[in-house]
């Protein structure tokens, strides 16, 4: 539903405490005057880029977390929760109230009851409002970008790597199962045995690095390893038993048909891995398509997209872009990264990569469980 439906069903006196928000100067006894003053003022561009730009950080994660929902209605369980992960650094451990933060956005006529007996306990974000928010919020993100107008010296491109990887994995294993210690990790010289036959190279895990949250694996492996044995481990193409690692039947189908993993199902697979410690993780990447389509700097897209993200234990925000996000994005194979003599390190999210990080929704309860063994 889009605004004007959701303002006829609501009540005078709603409508009167949304339209003080935005300063409407109307009779507050006429009801038909009440929805169109609201309608009228909302829908002036000028209105919603000055909210976006006054909005506090909690209340742009807050809604940055429902813009990306395909699904329609939320339940007040749901909204308290998104607030709750909202909560700004400095409130944590102190007072901070979510529902203040869900009853502001039902004051502004961003959220409304539904009308329904069926949905009268859900709520809703109108349609048009969160399309328009969304292009709100992409110019005022855009404007603090900094654009290439040339192409960069050089760039990484992965595009279709990592399931030839995969691949080559599987065939790696299909020649003899692989010996693993008594925590169950293969051996240092055996991964980086492996690492060497795969098309991208990757350093050992330093010692002092302390590595959790990010796969059942990513303790001991690199990054793109570490999800390479991760995605054979939950799709069945592997099995851990006792000492050693092998090949399942259907490992053994896929590496001897020639078949390879679609980038979706790879998409798919790492934002359920990586939601744990990114819960917005799915906005994240629909901001990078939306904004980074031309080569832009990671230092003005972190400026950007690290006020979205929180910390994860001694991972900042900009750790959790710089070193886990985006090196995976393009490991997928849905951006690129490249070298600039002006500009330094920058970023653009490929054709591929827009179309499958637009094309893809996954509920937000959807991750993985890295306790399965």
Known sequence: MNLAEMLNYTDIQEL???????????STHSKNELIQSILSTVGR???????????EKADIQFLNSLLFEERKAFSLEDLMARANNSRPEEKEGGEWNPRELVTRFKQRGWLFNGYSRDTQYLFQVPDDLKRRFTEALERHFAGRLDYLETMPRVYRDEQN????????????????????????????????????????????????????????????????????????????????EGTEVSL????????????????????????????????NLQALAHWLSRLAERWVT????????????????????????????????????????????????????????????????????????????
């Open 161 to 240: 790597r990592l399931a030839e990887d995969i691949r080559t994995f599987l065939m790696n294993l299909m020649q003899s199962p692989l010996p693993v210690n008594a925590e169950g990790f293969l051996y240092k010289k055996q991964v980086q045995q492996i690492i060497g036959q795969l098309s991208v190279q990757e350093e050992p895990v330093a010692k002092t690095a302390w590595r959790f949250g990010y796969g059942r694996r990513y303790r001991e492996y690199p990054i793109r390893f570490s999800f390479i044995y991760d995605y054979c481990f939950y799709h069945g193409y592997l099995q851990e």
């Open 298 to 373: 990671a230092e003005s897209a972190a400026q950007v997209l690290c006020p979205l993200i929180k910390p994860y234990y001694y991972d900042t925000p900009r750790d959790i872009l710089e070193s886990r996000v985006l090196p995976m994005l393009m490991h997928l194979g849905l951006v690129r990264i490249g070298a600039d003599d002006g500009a330094g390190t920058v970023i653009q999210v490929s054709a591929l990569g827009k179309s499958v990080i637009q094309g893809t929704w996954l509920p937000e309860e959807d991750k993985l469980d890295l306790e399965c063994k």
């Open 45 to 55: 561009q000028r209105v919603l880029d000055e909210l976006v730009a006054g909005m």
């Open 248 to 279: 399942t039947p259907a490992g053994r189908e896929l590496a001897a048909s020639g078949g390879r993993e679609t980038v979706k199902d790879l998409y798919t697979f790492w934002l359920r891995l990586y939601r744990e410690p990114v819960p």
């Open 16 to 26: 009167g405490r949304i339209a003080r928000s935005y300063n409407c100067e109307c």
